[in-house]
């Protein structure tokens, strides 16, 4: 039988498990690769113009569903997606569990597991620790990348944004679990502990990651006036990815349900971040917020 291989539906040449889901590889040679990919519900699948320059992508759903924001269109099995040569990075939620089978002509395995296993293990960290705050970074992670994409970042950019915002809080890992879970308001010595957890988190992930990165993290709870944490940087010295990563830090924050308040209609937060513009948050980045939240 040479040249035919059988694969079962168990065996691929290789595979990675990842906070996403798993990957797993079944078929490749110079021109394609064959890629299993069971996603799960409430993450995200992103299609960079990058990835898909001078090469065909194609998705075929298996099981499950997603949504495709920009479009308003929900796809499920037998759907499919085939992208090439695209102008701007594509997003789709993930609605239920899926499995897809993914054709491409481009190499996708190795920089899918390299950044799926990065990804994967500082959300492991912050899973362990505490659940809400890994749902919190989720959240607030896709949120910053849609953001981004109005904003026209480049796909590095782009990158850039997602990876640092999905870990943004990894430093609460070093925060006693008594005073992440107060019932009541912080006193002056646990909120200085608080605060610690920007600047812890970019102490443990600027030697695995790019300065720029770390530095997304460490700056997340900068205000524009001078009046944030950890060095009291003013808008001109910020990120603008950190200046996303902010406002949507914020946002997925006070939507939440929390030990110490109840979580607040999104008119309210709206109206809360609008009273701040351009003293604590960066005002072309909120009139962003309120085109996606529209």
């Known amino acids: 039988m040479s040249g035919l291989n059988l694969v079962k539906k168990n065996e691929s040449i290789m595979k990675v498990v990842s906070s996403v889901g798993a990957f797993s590889l079944k078929a490749k040679d110079d021109q394609l690769e064959i890629v299993h990919i069971e996603a799960n519900a409430g993450k995200s699948l992103f299609l960079h113009p990058y990835e898909c320059e001078g090469a065909l992508y194609l998705f075929y759903i298996i099981q499950g569903r997603i949504f495709h924001r920009k479009t308003k269109v ?3 099995m037998g759907d499919c997606i085939s992208a090439k040569d695209l102008r701007e990075t594509e997003y789709f939620d993930i609605i239920q569990d899926v499995k897809m089978l993914m054709v491409t002509q481009k190499d996708f395995f190795d920089f899918q597991v390299d950044y799926a296993v990065k990804m994967s293990e500082e959300i492991q960290r912050i899973q362990d620790k505490d659940h809400y705050t890994e749902k919190h970074c989720n959240r607030t992670g896709n949120l910053a990348l849609q953001m981004g994409i109005v ?4 796909s590095d950019a ?3 944004l997602l990876f640092a915002s999905k870990i943004h809080d990894l430093g609460k890992i070093n925060v006693p679990l008594e005073i992440l879970n107060k019932p009541s308001k912080y006193n002056d010595q646990e909120f ?4 610690k957890h920007s600047e812890d988190g970019y102490q443990m992930i600027k030697a695995n990651v790019s300065e720029k990165i770390a530095l997304i993290v460490k700056q997340h709870h ?4 001078g009046s944030g944490y950890p060095d009291r940087l003013t808008k001109d010295e910020l990120l603008l990815e950190s200046r996303i990563l902010a406002v949507a830090d914020a946002y997925d924050a006070m939507l939440s349900d929390r030990p110490y308040r109840k979580a607040m209609s999104k008119d309210k937060v709206l109206a809360i971040l609008e009273q701040d513009r351009d003293v604590l948050w960066d ?3 909120l009139d962003t917020l309120y085109k996606i939240e529209d």
Do not use: S, T
Not at 151 to 154: A, D, F, M, T, V
Not at 222 to 225: T, Y
């Open 222 to 225: 900068e205000k524009c006036n």
């Open 158 to 160: 782009l990158n850039d």
């Open 74 to 76: 929900d796809l499920v």
């Open 192 to 195: 200085d502990i608080i605060k």
């Open 151 to 154: 904003l026209n970042l480049e």
């Open 283 to 285: 005002g072309k980045v």
